[in-house]
């Protein structure tokens, strides 16, 4: 004779067995289903991020054409003015005068053609990096400082010569643009240092500088440019510290694998 | 006539037109031949029915122990079928086929044709099971999504589970269940008509998704 304690273990866990697919049926439904749902999310992010990085690539292109504005006006607009007053005052009849006068004009033409270059080259960034991010960034400051507005200070780690990345040095470039740019725009500084060092596997760069700075933890309206800022950290999966206070000027570390 | 409605083979029959229905044109072989194996159960069923009516003895088994070799080759067929996306699992088919033809053989060897092979039948259920659980664990892996609510495949193997699983556990303790009787009948009676009707009813969900696919597909 069967105990009845034991028929019932034996009537549960047949019952158990009965309906265990069902659960499982579900289980496998519901989680298919949240991992569509991760899915779909996924790749609605990847389409926002699309389109911000469209975005900044937009207002990247927007900045670059103020800049060759802004060069064509202020420098080669004037030189080819220049040029136009002195070929304009020439007298035939004065040998000596005039041929002073078209050597000074050749000069400045010469001179011209040199800005045309760097501006051309300012624009290239992928050629001024296969020269090295060094010379790159050589060639921005030798731009900023003919404005004589800033003292800017660079120190560069020699290993970056060797241990390099051509496609991230564009990006660190363009990053370095940015940053510059915004304490041109905004910070009223007199002193810019630029800052790039690396170690085990991994780039630092820190852009400072002498201006107003800011309260970053006072919320508000962040421009493009702080925008764009993040998106290329991002690309380079690296990390952004900002350091600011009133008055104090501003620091930013960041922190990037490289190569 | 009363004899051959029942409830499994009313449930095998509803299936079989259904499959005819759904699958005749199908274009992959797997499911194709899942018309042929719903004929094949239903003749089975009704000639069971048929020998145990007219019989001497009322044995039965040797319609069940023919029926079998068709089970082991169709259920491998269409699980070869599904686990096409992830072929490196298909030699577990080989193998566990190879196992049960030889089991079956060996179980005719010693115990007859005429006594239906329990081995076989018992280790059919928990490899189905297993195939069932590696496809539904390749299925939540994969990164291809698929409405499983309309999967062919999804619920065509639901349906393999539930009666693998049921019939393991009532074969299992089958004494002691038989032992329980309810309303003039023992409860694995109850048990094996409801598995049945569950296995019928997804397998014929399966083939109905399965035709809504190829239509969606071919408009």
Same mark, same amino acid.
């Given at each position: 004779?069967?105990?009845?304690?034991?028929?019932?273990?034996?009537?549960?866990?047949?019952?158990?067995?009965?309906?265990?697919?069902?659960?499982?049926?579900?289980?496998?439904?519901?989680?298919?289903?949240?991992?569509?749902?991760?899915?779909?999310?996924?790749?609605?992010?990847?389409?926002?991020?699309?389109?911000?990085?469209?975005?900044?690539?937009?207002?990247?292109?927007?900045?670059?054409?103020?800049?060759?504005?802004?060069?064509?006006?202020?420098? *080669?607009?004037? @030189?080819?003015? &220049?040029?136009? $007053?002195?070929? +304009?005052?020439?007298?035939?009849?004065?040998?000596?005068? #005039? =041929?002073?006068?078209?050597?000074?004009?050749?000069?400045?033409?010469?001179?011209? *053609?040199?800005? @045309?270059?760097? &501006?051309?080259? $300012?624009?290239? +960034?992928?050629?001024?990096?296969?020269?090295?991010?060094? #010379? =790159?960034?050589?060639?921005?400051?030798?731009?900023?400082?003919?404005?004589?507005?800033?003292?800017?200070?660079?120190?560069?780690?020699?290993?970056?010569?060797?241990?390099?990345?051509?496609?991230?040095?564009?990006?660190?470039?363009?990053?370095?643009?940015?940053?510059?740019?915004?304490?041109?725009?905004?910070?009223?500084?007199?002193?810019?240092?630029?800052?790039?060092?690396?170690?085990?596997?991994?780039?630092?760069?820190?852009?400072?500088?002498?201006?107003?700075?800011?309260?970053?933890?006072?919320?508000?309206?962040?421009?493009?440019?702080?925008?764009?800022?993040?998106?290329?950290?991002?690309?380079?999966?690296?990390?952004?510290?900002?350091?600011?206070?009133?008055?104090?000027?501003?620091?930013?570390?960041?922190?990037?694998?490289?190569? | 006539?009363?004899?051959?409605?029942?409830?499994?083979?009313?449930?095998?029959?509803?299936?079989?037109?259904?499959?005819?229905?759904?699958?005749?044109?199908?274009?992959?072989?797997?499911?194709?031949?899942?018309?042929?194996?719903?004929?094949?159960?239903?003749?089975?069923?009704?000639?069971?029915?048929?020998?145990?009516?007219?019989?001497?003895?009322?044995?039965?088994?040797?319609?069940?122990?023919?029926?079998?070799?068709?089970?082991?080759?169709?259920?491998?067929?269409?699980?070869?079928?599904?686990?096409?996306?992830?072929?490196?699992?298909?030699?577990?088919?080989?193998?566990?086929?190879?196992?049960?033809?030889?089991?079956?053989?060996?179980?005719?060897?010693?115990?007859?044709?005429?006594?239906?092979?329990?081995?076989?039948?018992?280790?059919?259920?928990?490899?189905?099971?297993?195939?069932?659980?590696?496809?539904?664990?390749?299925?939540?892996?994969?990164?291809?999504?698929?409405?499983?609510?309309?999967?062919?495949?999804?619920?065509?193997?639901?349906?393999?589970?539930?009666?693998?699983?049921?019939?393991?556990?009532?074969?299992?303790?089958?004494?002691?269940?038989?032992?329980?009787?309810?309303?003039?009948?023992?409860?694995?009676?109850?048990?094996?008509?409801?598995?049945?009707?569950?296995?019928?009813?997804?397998?014929?969900?399966?083939?109905?998704?399965?035709?809504?696919?190829?239509?969606?597909?071919?408009?």
């Amino acid at each position: 004779m069967e105990k009845p304690g034991i028929s019932f273990l034996i009537l549960l866990t047949t019952v158990i067995f009965l309906i265990a697919p069902a659960f499982l049926v579900v289980y496998v439904i519901v989680y298919s289903r949240k991992k569509k749902k991760l899915q779909d999310e996924k790749a609605e992010m990847q389409l926002v991020y699309e389109a911000e990085l469209l975005n900044s690539q937009l207002a990247m292109q927007e900045q670059t054409m103020q800049t060759i504005g802004a060069d064509l006006h202020d420098h *080669i607009g004037q @030189l080819l003015s &220049l040029t136009s $007053l002195t070929l +304009g005052s020439i007298e035939i009849r004065d040998d000596h005068r #005039s =041929a002073e006068k078209v050597n000074s004009a050749i000069e400045i033409t010469s001179k011209c *053609i040199a800005e @045309l270059r760097h &501006l051309g080259k $300012l624009i290239q +960034g992928q050629q001024i990096t296969e020269e090295g991010l060094y #010379s =790159a960034l050589q060639q921005e400051i030798a731009w900023l400082e003919k404005t004589d507005r800033f003292r800017i200070r660079l120190s560069f780690d020699e290993v970056l010569n060797s241990v390099t990345s051509e496609e991230k040095n564009l990006i660190i470039y363009r990053l370095i643009q940015e940053l510059v740019n915004n304490i041109v725009k905004h910070a009223a500084a007199k002193e810019i240092e630029i800052s790039l060092t690396y170690n085990e596997g991994r780039l630092h760069l820190s852009v400072s500088d002498d201006g107003k700075g800011f309260d970053p933890e006072k919320p508000g309206k962040k421009g493009m440019g702080m925008f764009n800022i993040h998106k290329r950290i991002r690309l380079l999966n690296g990390q952004v510290k900002i350091n600011s206070s009133p008055d104090e000027g501003t620091k930013v570390s960041i922190t990037i694998p490289y190569p | 006539m009363a004899n051959y409605m029942t409830m499994n083979t009313v449930a095998e029959c509803v299936c079989f037109i259904l499959a005819f229905i759904c699958l005749f044109t199908d274009e992959i072989l797997a499911w194709r031949c899942m018309v042929v194996f719903m004929l094949v159960t239903c003749a089975g069923e009704l000639t069971g029915i048929y020998v145990q009516l007219h019989s001497d003895n009322g044995n039965n088994h040797w319609v069940y122990n023919t029926l079998l070799p068709f089970q082991i080759f169709f259920i491998h067929l269409q699980y070869f079928h599904l686990l096409t996306p992830f072929k490196k699992y298909r030699w577990m088919l080989l193998l566990g086929c190879t196992a049960l033809i030889v089991n079956f053989w060996n179980d005719l060897m010693h115990t007859g044709f005429l006594l239906f092979s329990v081995h076989t039948y018992a280790l059919l259920a928990v490899f189905n099971i297993n195939y069932g659980l590696i496809y539904y664990y390749l299925k939540l892996d994969d990164d291809r999504y698929e409405n499983l609510i309309y999967s062919a495949g999804f619920w065509w193997v639901a349906g393999n589970l539930f009666f693998s699983f049921g019939s393991t556990i009532s074969n299992l303790f089958d004494d002691q269940l038989y032992s329980i009787e309810l309303y003039g009948h023992h409860l694995t009676y109850y048990i094996f008509r409801g598995l049945n009707l569950i296995l019928y009813s997804t397998w014929s969900y399966a083939f109905y998704c399965r035709r809504w696919k190829n239509l969606e597909l071919a408009s």
